[in-house]
């Protein structure tokens, strides 16, 4: 004996109920993952969103805290997947996805260890390339430049 959806409607709790009047299941209303305008007809109740009028945001109309309620509500009935995309991850989904040991095995470092490898390249960079900066900032370089050339003719 198998229900009919008006009647498995019908025994969800109130809250739930509520809700989905308000906010019609996911298969009958397609709601955008992220933000987005006031007078969009995708717009997600669980997200804030700008009125572009103003160009003020509006906070979400449902709170994080009773979301996560509905969330909770919904998954007790297996319907979790007919709520529009929420911003937080719950129970499996954000511990799967979860770097454990961030900051044991990949520390954050000083500013200037993060920095170093990419100074001492720019220092060996600008050392080969000595000459041609000095020639910029000073041109009676050039003359100093072909002297040394010229000692080292003659030294060979």
Known sequence: MSL???EAFAKLPQKLHNFFIKF???PFVEYSNKSTIT????LNPFLPN???E???WHGAKISLRRSSDLYKMARKFGIQDLLPPL???FYEEKYNNKNWMRGVLQQKKHKWERELPQKLEARKEALANMDEIIVKARPS???QIEKREARKKNWF
């Open 4 to 6: 009919t959806s008006k």
């Open 24 to 26: 019609p299941p996911r």
């Open 39 to 42: 007078t969009d007809p995708k």
């Open 50 to 52: 700008k009125n572009p």
């Open 54 to 56: 103003s160009g003020r």
């Open 87 to 89: 911003p937080k991850k």
């Open 141 to 143: 370089y050039k003359k």
